[in-house]
C-alpha cells in the first residue's frame, strides 16, 4: 500500500510539475495563443472521495484538467452463517467472524472538458476522460481467533478448509492462518463520461462547479486465493456480490471550488 501511494503521489508531482512549466513557458505568449495561458486550482468533494484538480485551457472550447480523489471508505460486518464442521464424528460449531469490507474508489484522473456556449467562456460543458485506480473496487478481509478452543480444534484435526464462507455464487474457505480474504476487481483504466456547469478557469479569483457522470470500470470479477467457484451461495452479503457483479458503471457526482492562480 505504501509503495502504491508512493508511485501515485510521484507521478501527480510530475504531472504537477510539468503544468505548471508549460502555464510559466506560454504565459508569455498568452497574446498569440490561449492554450495554457492560464491554471485553475480545484478542491473537490465527491462520490468517488476527496481531492484536487489541476486546469489549463487547451484551445478556445477545451480544457484539460488532471488530479486525484482520494478514498478509504469501510464497513464492518460480522459473519453468522458457517455450517458446522464435523470432526470426529462430533460436530463443532464455527465461530462468528468480524469482516472489513473496503471501498476503494481514489483514482488518478486526467479529462478534456468541451465548453460548447459563448465562444468557450460558457458555464455548460460537457466532459470525457480516465480515472486511473487500484483494481481491487471492494476488498472483503476477516481474521479468525486461533486461540479460539473450536478453531483449535478443527486445525488440529486438519479440516480448516471445510470452514467456508458465501460470496454470491460462489464460496471462499479459511486459509492456513485462519484469514478469509476476497477482492472484487475491475479495470484499473476506467473511461468517464460527464456534464456539468461552472468554469474551470474562473472568471475572477473563484469559482464553484458542480458534475455528474459515469466511470465505467467493467464487470466485476471475484477474486480469492482460496476460491470455490458455483457454489450458489445465498445470504446477505451474497445479495450485495451479486448486485455489485452486475453494475459496469460507478456514479461520480462532485462539487468543487476553484481558484485561477493568474490573473488576465
Known amino acids: 500500500m505504501f509503495h502504491l501511494i508512493s508511485f501515485t503521489m510521484k507521478k501527480l ?5 510539468f ?5 510559466s513557458l506560454s504565459a508569455q505568449e498568452s497574446s498569440k495563443r490561449e492554450a495554457f495561458s492560464n491554471l485553475g486550482i480545484s478542491l473537490n468533494g465527491s462520490t468517488s472521495g476527496v481531492g484536487f484538480t489541476l486546469s489549463t485551457p487547451l484551445a478556445k472550447h477545451f480544457v484539460l484538467r488532471a488530479g486525484y480523489q482520494f478514498s478509504y471508505l469501510s464497513y464492518g460486518y460480522t459473519y453468522k452463517d458457517f455450517d458446522p464442521v464435523v470432526v470426529a464424528g462430533r460436530s463443532v460449531e464455527v465461530p462468528d467472524l468480524d469482516i472489513e469490507g473496503k471501498l476503494n474508489v481514489g483514482a488518478a ?7 460548447p ?3 468557450g467562456k460558457g458555464k455548460f460543458f460537457i466532459t470525457a476522460g480516465l480515472f486511473m485506480g487500484q ?5 472483503l478481509d476477516g481474521q479468525f481467533d486461533m486461540n479460539h478452543p473450536n478453531i483449535k480444534e478443527i486445525q488440529q484435526a486438519g479440516l480448516l478448509k471445510e470452514i467456508q464462507l458465501e460470496l454470491g455464487d460462489d464460496m471462499v474457505c479459511v486459509g492456513p492462518d485462519g484469514n478469509m480474504a476476497a477482492a472484487i476487481k475491475v479495470k484499473g483504466v476506467r473511461p468517464y463520461i460527464g456534464l456539468g456547469v461552472g468554469r474551470a478557469i474562473p472568471k475572477h479569483r473563484f469559482v464553484f462547479r458542480a458534475e455528474i457522470g459515469a466511470i465505467f470500470h467493467g464487470k466485476p470479477e471475484l477474486v480469492s486465493a482460496n476460491l470455490i ?3 450458489n451461495g ?7 456480490t451479486n448486485t455489485l457483479s452486475k453494475v459496469v458503471a460507478y456514479p461520480h457526482i462532485s462539487l468543487q471550488l476553484t481558484y485561477k492562480l493568474f490573473k488576465d
Request: glycine residues 2%; hydrophobic residues 55%.
Open 109 to 115: 484522473h486526467a479529462m478534456i472538458d468541451y465548453v
Open 135 to 139: 483494481s481491487d473496487l471492494v476488498t
Open 229 to 231: 467457484p458455483n457454489a
Open 19 to 23: 503544468l505548471m512549466a508549460l502555464v
Open 13 to 17: 508531482f510530475f504531472l504537477c510539475a
Open 117 to 119: 456556449f459563448k465562444k
Open 234 to 240: 445465498k445470504g446477505e452479503i451474497n445479495d450485495f
